[in-house]
């Protein structure tokens, strides 16, 4: 059971931030494919559960998102890993009046294990306050314990709309910058992750 969270994890570090948009909806549920034979849950289905994860949020039933998380789950967000009590605190501030989807992948571990990696733009408030509306690249790992799917992992990263350069090319050295007295750092105005599922 161990290997199976492993590579669901290392799965979805690799699919969350190195999948290209393609800026598709998702497939309606009448013409998504059959889900191989082995898998207990389809692209439709995982769709749905991402989704009412989100609903559940923007409803405040805190209730209900925590019974949607496993006991073991964990978040991966920039200030750093956080368990079960912590995502679930760090989503109570959070406010959002839309939210959209696009990019669905699924990614099927075995008949017990999904991840599922899509984007999603949210507007609303973050702590009171109105945070910027762009798109996030999502990736969550779902599990079947006991016939009931549960979300153990979520990870959030920005959404590029064009690639990082490369880095430089071997034996050269990199522009020097000099920083002026008038510039500074901006904080980020909204947190990295404020959802987990």
Same mark, same amino acid.
């Given at each position: 059971?161990?290997?199976?969270?492993?590579?669901?994890?290392? @799965?979805?570090? /690799? !699919?969350?931030? /190195?999948?290209?948009?393609?800026? *598709?909806?998702?497939?309606?549920?009448?013409?998504?494919?059959?889900?191989?034979?082995?898998?207990?849950?389809?692209? #439709? =289905? #995982?769709? !749905?559960?991402? &989704? /009412?994860?989100?609903?559940?949020? &923007?409803? $405040?039933?805190?209730?209900?998102?925590?019974?949607?998380?496993? =006991?073991?789950?964990?978040?991966?967000?920039?200030?750093?890993?956080?368990?079960?009590?912590?995502?679930?605190?760090?989503?109570?501030?959070?406010?959002?009046?839309?939210?959209?989807?696009?990019?669905?992948? @699924?990614?099927?571990?075995?008949?017990? !294990?999904?991840?599922?990696?899509?984007?999603?733009?949210? $507007?609303? &408030?973050?702590?009171?306050?109105?945070?910027?509306?762009?798109?996030? *690249?999502?990736?969550?790992?779902?599990?079947? *314990?006991?016939?009931?799917?549960? !979300?153990?992992?979520?990870?959030?990263?920005? #959404?590029?709309? +064009?690639?990082?350069?490369?880095?430089?090319? #071997?034996?050269? +050295?990199?522009?020097?910058?000099?920083?002026?007295?008038? +510039?500074?750092?901006?904080?980020?105005?909204?947190?990295?992750?404020?959802?987990?599922?």
């Amino acid at each position: 059971m161990k290997k199976s969270y492993a590579l669901v994890l290392l @799965l979805v570090l /690799a !699919a969350a931030c /190195a999948a290209p948009s393609t800026n *598709r909806e998702a497939a309606p549920t009448n013409t998504a494919t059959a889900p191989p034979a082995s898998m207990a849950i389809s692209e #439709a =289905d #995982a769709i !749905a559960k991402e &989704k /009412a994860i989100w609903e559940t949020i &923007k409803n $405040k039933d805190f209730e209900t998102f925590a019974n949607t998380l496993a =006991d073991d789950q964990v978040e991966v967000a920039a200030d750093g890993v956080h368990d079960k009590a912590a995502s679930i605190a760090a989503v109570k501030p959070f406010e959002p009046t839309e939210i959209s989807f696009s990019d669905w992948k @699924l990614l099927p571990n075995d008949k017990d !294990a999904v991840v599922i990696t899509y984007t999603v733009t949210s $507007k609303g &408030k973050y702590k009171g306050k109105e945070y910027p509306s762009e798109p996030v *690249r999502g990736s969550s790992a779902w599990v079947n *314990r006991g016939g009931k799917w549960l !979300a153990m992992f979520h990870q959030e990263c920005a #959404a590029s709309a +064009s690639p990082p350069p490369p880095p430089p090319a #071997a034996g050269s +050295s990199p522009a020097k910058t000099s920083a002026t007295p008038t +510039s500074t750092a901006t904080p980020a105005s909204t947190p990295a992750d404020p959802v987990a599922s």
